[in-house]
Nanobody, 124 residues
């Protein structure tokens, strides 16, 4: 069982940056592959970024590639999503998710544990 708590969302102007954090509760957090998803009003939840527990595999969606970085600090049981050059279309609730194993799914069905989400709003 893993409990995930996101933080770091907020209101930012277009072109600005935010770093989202996701703190996990499991002692074996370092063995979980982590993902970030987002959901805008009226839209389906979409994959943003994922990183395997080892860090060997990292994926980004085309919409954030080159502007975002997923990283993790296993000593702190925390995964981060650094987002730069934010655009109004990045506005959404951002969720972190976890799964066991080394594969990095890009669909929400591939993850077992989810946080409650943190709101990111980018003003134009």
């Amino acid at each position: 069982q893993v409990q995930l708590v996101e933080s770091g969302g907020g209101l930012v102007q277009a072109g600005g940056s935010l770093r989202l954090s996701c703190a996990g509760s499991a002692r074996t957090f370092s063995t979980y592959t982590m993902g970030w998803f987002r959901q805008a009003p009226g839209k389906e939840r979409e994959f943003v970024a994922g990183r395997s527990w080892s860090g060997v595999t990292t994926y980004y969606s085309d919409s954030v590639k080159g502007r975002s970085t997923i990283s993790r600090d296993n000593a702190k049981n925390t995964v981060y999503l650094q987002m730069n050059s934010l655009k109004p279309e990045d506005t959404a609730v951002y969720y972190c998710a976890a799964k066991s194993g080394s594969t990095v799914p890009t669909t929400s069905s591939g993850y077992i544990y989810w946080g409650q989400g943190t709101q990111v709003t980018v003003s134009s």
